[in-house]
């Protein structure tokens, strides 16, 4: 079975940081692309920033540029998103998918992801 595990979510004030973990289980780690997404009550999800483990590629939120980076440990399959200068817009549902075949012009798009972690709460306080 695959499973994605999202973790490191939690209340953090302005300007702290957090950094989110997403372990993958039952996938070719260096075979697909991480995507982080985020989703506040009432708006549609958004992508935050994808990583494609196979070539690569990279994409950020121009929201997040500058501030979030992704990157992953192949020995421990697992992908991270450290978020930095937090705002509070950045409070989210926060999600890692994973897929395979993704491209880097799809990598934003959610449905191009087969696999889904459960969400981890990520709070900024003003």
């Known amino acids: 079975d695959v499973q994605l595990q999202a973790y490191g979510g939690g209340l953090v004030q302005t300007g702290g940081s957090l950094r989110l973990s997403c372990v993958v289980s039952?996938?070719?780690?260096?075979?697909?692309?991480i995507g982080w997404f985020r989703q506040v009550p009432g708006k549609e999800r958004e992508a935050v920033s994808c990583?494609?483990?196979?070539?690569?590629?990279?994409y950020f939120a121009d929201t997040v540029k500058g501030r979030f980076t992704i990157s992953s440990d192949n020995a421990k399959n697992t992908a991270y998103l450290q978020m930095n200068s937090l705002k509070p817009e950045d409070t989210a549902v926060y999600y890692c998918?994973?897929?395979?075949?993704?491209?880097?012009?799809?990598?934003?798009?959610?449905?191009?992801?087969?696999?889904w972690g459960q969400g981890t709460l990520v709070t900024v306080s003003s």
């Open positions: 998918a994973a897929g395979t075949g993704i491209i880097l012009s799809s990598m934003r798009n959610g449905a191009a992801y087969t696999y």
């Open positions: 039952g996938l070719t780690f260096d075979a697909i692309a």
């Open positions: 990583l494609s483990i196979y070539d690569g590629s990279t």
